[in-house]
């Protein structure tokens, strides 16, 4: 596929970031770090209080570009990316609570969850800020094939409760989930813009009418 315009940088772009070479600003692809949460669930004959270490995200380099569509006229993109397996570990989360009303429950432990085939649709536009273009917002969803829960040591019936009901549990996470998403993408993105994308690149490729749409693509043959 002959590549022109807005496509080589977003590509480009891309390439460097999973790869890790990416501007200092952009926070990188390999190991995310995310920071440590507590909070109250009850649901499913369970309520328990828990909090985890700090967290790691892995798997997100290995992602797949499904659909990409950019307009440089109207400078908006839209595209769709694929994640095979996306894993999150804590080295230590704690737990307590109570199940059915008079079971006790504990954990203490390492914590792992793994989301199986992760589809992510976002659409964007850019806006000019003085002599750079940022995003303001990001418009973001996200669907998974399925959810295995792992949390050692802890009490049954936790970890049957949690797997069993995995989809739906997370359902009941999804706005912090894609808020804090939108916030890492918002800040990679502007971070990028900042140093690389400059405002006569873009109005030379409006001019042009440039409008890309790609398939199927897979950055590991760019």
Not at 82 to 88: A, I, K, Q, T
Not at 181 to 197: P, S, V, W, Y
Request: one cysteine or more.
């Amino acid at each position: 596929m002959t590549r022109n315009c807005i496509e080589e940088q977003i590509l480009g772009a891309l390439a460097k970031w999973r790869n890790g070479t990416i501007a200092p600003s952009v926070p990188l692809l390999k190991g995310i770090r995310i920071n440590s949460v507590e909070g109250l669930y009850e649901g499913f004959g369970i309520k328990i209080r828990y909090r985890t270490g700090e967290m790691k995200l892995s798997g997100v380099e290995n992602f797949t570009i499904e659909q990409l569509s950019v307009s440089a006229k109207n400078l908006e993109a839209s595209g769709t990316v694929r994640f095979p397996v996306l894993m999150l570990t804590s080295d230590n989360y704690n737990l307590n609570g109570r199940a059915y009303v008079m079971y006790s429950l504990k954990g203490s432990g390492l914590m792992k969850v793994i989301f199986q085939n992760t589809k992510l649709t976002l659409g964007t536009k850019l806006v000019q800020k003085g002599t750079v273009y940022q995003v303001e917002d990001v418009n973001l969803n996200f669907s998974v094939k399925s959810v295995q829960i792992n949390l050692e040591d802890s009490s049954w019936p936790i970890n049957t409760v949690l797997n069993s009901n995995a989809m739906q549990i997370l359902e009941s996470y999804r706005s912090e989930m894609v808020a804090a998403a939108k916030d890492m993408l918002k800040q990679a993105i502007n971070g990028h813009l900042a140093t690389t994308i400059f405002p006569q690149l873009l109005n030379n490729a409006g001019n042009n009418f440039c409008t890309i749409t790609l398939s199927a693509l897979r950055l590991s043959n760019v």
